[in-house]
């Protein structure tokens, strides 16, 4: 697995390539220090998983996310940061990265890049307790304007509690292709990216 790394300071910098590339399967193939080489080096490189730092002074990890990602929608980008901070998760969210975890938690990054690039979503435990409270909203809101029909919507609440496909089709008594077809065609309707923009929007129009 081939990793980018970018962070603003440069013993941070030090310390995760060190200790990532002890793991015999990571390789850190370039790091910077500023959002603003990202997506040079993104293009360049074609990393497996983008690691980066969300305070940055140039341009902030949100911005170069933002700027990989409409580059190529695929690319994985792992946020990290030393900052609970809710807006950031939110904005975080809604730009569909793979991840948010903190800095602190050095154990767990390794673990949440072979995550990510397996292709699952990672958010610490810290942030996903907070996500209901975060985006929580008492407006109501209409799924069928969206042609959402009622199994959709059960495949879209079960989601948002962070079921994975094989769960949700023992919970519904479905067959795991039939909740992936489920899956794809309510992203398809309503116009998300994956599963991490599906509980965000779950939660932001949450009746």
């Known amino acids: 697995m081939q990793i980018l790394i970018i962070d603003d300071d440069f013993l941070i910098v030090t310390a995760l390539k060190t200790i990532l590339e002890a793991t015999s399967d990571i390789e850190v193939t370039k790091t910077a220090t500023d959002g603003s080489y990202a997506l ?8 497996d998983v983008v690691l980066m730092d969300i305070r940055m002074q140039e341009m902030n990890g949100l911005d170069a996310a933002r700027e ?10 792992l946020l990290l940061t030393t900052f609970l901070d809710d807006e950031y998760i939110i904005k975080a969210l809604n730009l569909g990265v793979k991840g948010y975890i903190l800095k602190q938690d050095y154990d767990n990054i390794a673990p949440s890049l072979h995550a990510v690039y397996s292709g699952q979503n990672v958010f610490g435990n ?3 307790a907070k996500i209901p409270e975060l985006l929580s909203q008492s407006s109501p809101f209409d799924y069928r304007q969206f042609q959402i029909g009622e199994r959709e919507y059960e495949v879209i609440e079960l989601v948002a509690t962070g079921l994975s496909n094989r769960e949700i089709a023992e919970q519904l ?3 795991e292709g039939t909740v992936r077809n489920y899956l794809s065609t309510i992203l398809n309707k309503l116009d998300l990216r994956d599963r991490t923009q599906l509980a965000v929007f779950f939660y932001q129009n949450k009746n």
Do not use: G, N
Request: glycine letters at 0%; proline letters at 8%; charged letters at 30%.
């Open 173 to 175: 008594f479905l067959s």
């Open 126 to 128: 810290e942030i996903t």
């Open 40 to 47: 040079p080096l993104y293009k360049k490189h074609q990393p």
């Open 68 to 77: 990989i990602l409409a580059f190529d929608k695929e690319a994985k980008v």
